[in-house]
């Protein structure tokens, strides 16, 4: 599967900004998807993710300013970014994780940068 994400940027502490992240290739395989980030000097970290069946699991640090959504057909994974914090600076990666009846692989997108100024 191939993951492109989209809507990085740059925005003052407090702003918003919406990722997205389109998929393609074979995504009826898709299990999980969510989004997970990486600051300079620090190791990628779990933001949000979304399995099939639509519960969600959040880092503490994004609880109630972040959310994330994705559409049924499994094409797409999105996440809301509100209240942002300059510690919120970071590559964003989106991500995709095939079914363990699939085979249970990983897949990354690019990654889009997201800057918070103070």
């Known amino acids: 599967v191939q993951l492109q994400a989209s809507g990085g940027g740059l925005v003052q502490a407090g702003g918003s900004l919406r990722l997205s992240c389109a998929a393609s290739g074979s995504i009826f395989s898709i299990n999980i998807m969510g989004w997970y980030r990486q600051a300079p000097g620090k190791q990628r970290e779990l933001v949000a993710v979304?399995?099939?069946?639509?519960?969600?699991n959040y880092a503490d640090n994004v609880k109630g300013r972040f959310t994330i959504s994705r559409t049924n057909d499994k094409n797409a994974v999105y996440l809301q970014m509100n209240s942002l914090k300059p510690e919120d600076t970071a590559v964003y990666y989106c991500y995709a994780k095939y079914s363990r009846w699939h085979g249970g692989n990983d897949y990354w997108g690019q990654g889009t940068l997201v800057t918070v100024s103070s």
């Open positions: 979304i399995p099939s069946s639509g519960s969600t």
